[in-house]
Nanobody
Framework: QVQLVESGGGLVQPGGSLRLSCAAS????????MSWHRQAPGKERELVAS????????NYVDSVKGRFTISRDNAKNTVYLQMNSLKPEDTAVYYC?????WGQGTQVTVSS
């Protein structure tokens, strides 16, 4: 069955960096686009970034452009989200998604 397992979250100071990973299994990873979403307390879940099956096309929500980078390694069945220059407003649970399948999420907290 499809499994998506996120890792890499944690507590970081403003201006810091984190790299999230999403290990996928149970489907032909290189055939599917993938995306990262986040949900902050009291807010709706939002799309953060998406990547095409080959990695050639990426898209970002305006609030993270220039700070976050989505990438993938099809040999490792893994998608990444490199987050730099983190801000307190980036605090949220971050989820990996493929179509209707979601991971369990990983908490990112940006605080001094």
């Amino acid at each position: 069955q499809v499994q998506l397992v996120e890792s890499g979250g944690g507590l970081v100071q403003p201006g810091g960096s984190l790299r999230l990973s999403c290990a996928a299994s149970g489907f032909p990873f290189s055939n599917y686009g993938m995306s990262w979403h986040r949900q902050a307390p009291g807010k709706e879940r939002e799309l953060v970034a998406s990547i095409s099956p080959t990695g050639g096309n990426t898209n970002y929500v305006d609030s993270v452009k220039g700070r976050f980078t989505i990438s993938r390694d099809n040999a490792k069945n893994t998608v990444y989200l490199q987050m730099n220059s983190l801000k307190p407003e980036d605090t949220a649970v971050y989820y990996c998604r493929r179509s209707s399948y979601w991971g369990q999420g990983t908490q990112v907290t940006v605080s001094s």
